[in-house]
């Protein structure tokens, strides 16, 4: 049986959790243009998605979103309201859930920066609506692009 652990700096491990972890994402233009990140962690490695990360103890959706993006990409942003929420539960060949968030993502403001790969992304960049379709872009944010931003169709 695996168990949660904890990493050097004493917060739990985000794989096998014990409760649902809450994440958000940011949908920012720019230019005509989408943020993305080349994932280099699970859940969701190796795809292209809407760059976010876990909300800390304490921190609204918005700061969690400001601080997220900003760590893996370099772009300052300034979020505003929710568009978004979905559910990411991946279990293990044993069935154990070995991932679970709930992910809000908010649209925001594009306030400065170049995108550059940082913390967990291995690439970030500016996305045209042509350049998305050939893409290994994650499936459910190509959903949320099409739907609600009508991107990428």
């Known amino acids: 049986m ?5 990493n050097s700096s004493g917060k739990g491990s985000s794989a096998y959790p014990n409760y649902p972890r809450v994440a958000v994402g940011a949908i920012v233009f720019h230019r005509g243009r989408v943020l ?3 994932r ?3 859940p969701a490695l190796g795809v ?4 976010g990360g876990k909300v800390d103890l304490g921190e609204t959706l918005q700061k969690a979103a400001e601080r997220e993006i900003f ?3 370099g772009v300052v942003i300034q979020a505003r309201e929710p568009v978004f929420t979905f559910d990411v539960i991946v279990r293990d060949d044993n069935g154990q859930v070995q991932f679970h968030y709930v992910i809000v993502d908010l649209i925001a403001d594009y306030v400065s920066g170049d995108p550059r790969a940082g913390d967990d992304a291995l690439d970030a960049r500016w996305v045209s609506s042509h350049e998305i379709k050939q893409l290994k872009v994650n499936a459910t944010t190509r959903k949320l692009l099409r739907q609600q931003f009508e991107f990428g169709i």
Do not use: I
Request: aromatic letters at 12%.
């Open 2 to 6: 695996m168990t949660k652990t904890k």
């Open 36 to 38: 993305l990140v080349w």
């Open 40 to 42: 280099g962690k699970p």
């Open 48 to 51: 292209w998605a809407v760059p």
């Open 71 to 73: 760590e893996e990409t």
